[in-house]
């Protein structure tokens, strides 16, 4: 499969380094594109192999999937400018904007109404772990014949865990794990802070509290089990685990990152 990404920023060049990374795709199925040189330069950096070019309507010419991974208010321009050469027949379109329907692409799309076959749309919601691998994704589609929905969730797949949802949960999948990443890193963030106020120099209070939510995140994984239940392992009678969740309750953590995911929904 030839590979276009449009936009190889901070989310379309995780998603080429993930790509690379993962065995899954090699340098010469992946076309890069970008409105700055500079960004380009650093891809080949990463990877001298790949190609990359700054013509849009070339790479989308080449490509059987094309994902654009341009800021929201850029995807008409590049799918109007696209739209005369992307009208292939088994042609695949991605779009990892925030806010841009599946009825908006095929809006913009539809400019060049000469051509008739339409390509299937998708929207991805992928977050930056995918570049390390550990990426959550979300996939909803429209006109997708179920052999290339299952192509793409395979792609994804490569980068970590995939799901297929309703355009509709779009909203909430982008809170809970693009969004969610951020929210993460800001506990981590808390918590180095703490760990220093505590007598831990900073890049030791950094590696304990990494490897401490790396290791709590494994052991959910592994036991697939309700997080309260890990919880109770560690939390006795008058103890100072409980004592130190109360002090979090009481100060609104869980009240806090559930008012911060419905307000990034």
């Known amino acids: ?17 993930g790509l690379l990374k993962s065995g899954k795709c090699s340098p010469d199925e992946i076309i890069c594109t970008a409105k700055s040189r500079a960004t380009l330069d650093k891809m080949l950096e990463y990877n001298a192999e790949l190609q990359v070019t700054q013509n849009n309507v070339e790479a989308a010419s080449q490509a059987s999937l094309i994902i654009v991974a341009v800021k929201p208010w850029l995807v008409g321009e590049v799918l109007r400018e696209i739209a005369p050469v992307v009208k292939r027949s088994r042609l695949m379109i991605a779009s990892v904007a925030a806010g841009v329907t599946l009825n908006d692409m095929a809006e913009l799309l539809s400019a060049d109404e000469s051509v ?13 772990a995918v570049e390390v691998l550990e990426g959550v994704t979300f996939i909803s589609s429209q006109d997708a014949m179920a052999e290339q929905q299952e192509s793409l969730c395979d792609l994804f797949a490569a980068l970590g865990y995939v799901a297929t949802i309703d355009e509709k949960q ?12 951020a929210y993460a890193m800001r506990y981590v963030r808390a918590a ?3 760990g220093v106020e505590l007598g831990f120099r900073p890049e030791e209070a950094a590696r304990i509290v990494e490897h401490t939510v790396k290791g709590a995140v494994e052991l959910l994984l592994s036991s697939g089990q309700h997080p309260e239940v890990e919880i109770d392992k560690v939390t006795t009678a008058g103890g100072i685990t409980i004592k130190g969740l109360n002090a979090m309750e009481q100060a609104g953590f869980s009240a806090a990152v559930i008012e911060g995911l419905r307000a990034s929904k």
């Open 116 to 128: 008739e076959l339409s390509p299937a749309l998708f929207r991805v919601v992928p977050n930056t």
């Open 1 to 17: 499969m030839k590979i276009a990404v449009i936009g190889v920023g901070n989310m379309g060049g995780a998603i080429v380094r």
């Open 192 to 194: 180095m802070e703490g």
């Open 170 to 181: 779009v909203p909430a999948a982008t809170s809970l794990a693009s969004c969610g990443v």
